[in-house]
């Protein structure tokens, strides 16, 4: 099994504050993304990022920023926390695996924004 | 614009029986769909994909059927148990499992 943790599972935060999640996986795998679920509308993508330094935008990439000094880290800022990005932001890995493709997601970081 | 739609937001189902749930997308560029399940306070976990190559894959209880002129794939448990009680989400790509395109999500219920 893919190893990905998620830090922290909760959060609870003001409004203007900044907040960093940390991705963080086992196996040196190229790709990884941050994905948001909200009720309505499944998961978005936010940003992912296909290398060390490379990383590009989502479906709803504004507010957030992204930065992946190593391999096994990504981690997802806001800089300045809004009510709307109250969510469940979840982790996610590729990788080929018995002749499929396929993502592994991490277990989620529970954020609200007060 | 949704380019993935679950128009069903819940499903019940009798144990045993057989569950289908439905999933219509719009970009004809996808060549790559999955279906994942979701408990509550978890990850989704990937159950089942199909290439564009393909009309049909099975992987024990769970078959995936696409069709490309329709925009249309289905996913089909036989036979349901209780533990098969989840959020599904079908999802689709351009290119292997690359950025993903969720469907809104269905609530399957299976009742004993």
């Known amino acids: 099994d893919a190893g990905i943790t998620q830090s922290p599972r909760h959060k609870v935060t003001e409004t203007g504050t900044p907040v960093t999640l940390r991705c963080h996986q086992t196996?040196?795998?190229?790709?990884m993304y941050w994905y948001r679920q909200d009720p309505g509308h499944g998961l978005r993508l936010i940003h992912y990022s296909y290398g060390v330094k490379d990383t590009d935008k989502g479906e709803v990439s504004d507010g957030y920023s992204v930065s992946r000094s190593k391999t096994e880290d990504f981690l997802l800022t806001l800089e300045s926390a809004t009510s709307s990005q109250t969510s469940v932001y979840f982790c996610?890995?590729?990788?080929?695996?018995?002749?499929?493709?396929?993502?592994?997601f991490g277990p989620g970081t529970r954020l609200t924004v007060t | 614009d949704q380019q993935v739609k679950q128009n069903s937001p819940s499903l019940s189902v009798q144990e045993g029986r057989i569950s289908i749930l439905n999933c219509d997308y719009t970009n004809s560029m996808f060549d790559y769909f999955l279906w994942y399940k979701k408990y509550p306070a978890e990850g989704p976990t990937f159950l089942i994909s199909i290439s564009s190559i393909k009309d049909k894959n099975e992987d024990g209880r769970f078959t995936v059927f696409l069709n490309k002129s329709a925009k249309h794939l289905s996913l089909h448990i036989v036979p349901s148990q209780p533990g098969d009680s989840a959020v599904y989400f079908c999802?689709?790509?351009?290119?292997?499992?690359?950025?993903?395109?969720f469907g809104q999500g269905t609530r399957l219920t299976i009742n004993p």
């Open positions: 996610a890995i590729r990788f080929y695996r018995d002749t499929r493709y396929e993502q592994y």
């Open positions: 196996e040196n795998h190229r790709y």
């Open positions: 999802a689709a790509s351009v290119g292997g499992a690359q950025k993903l395109v």
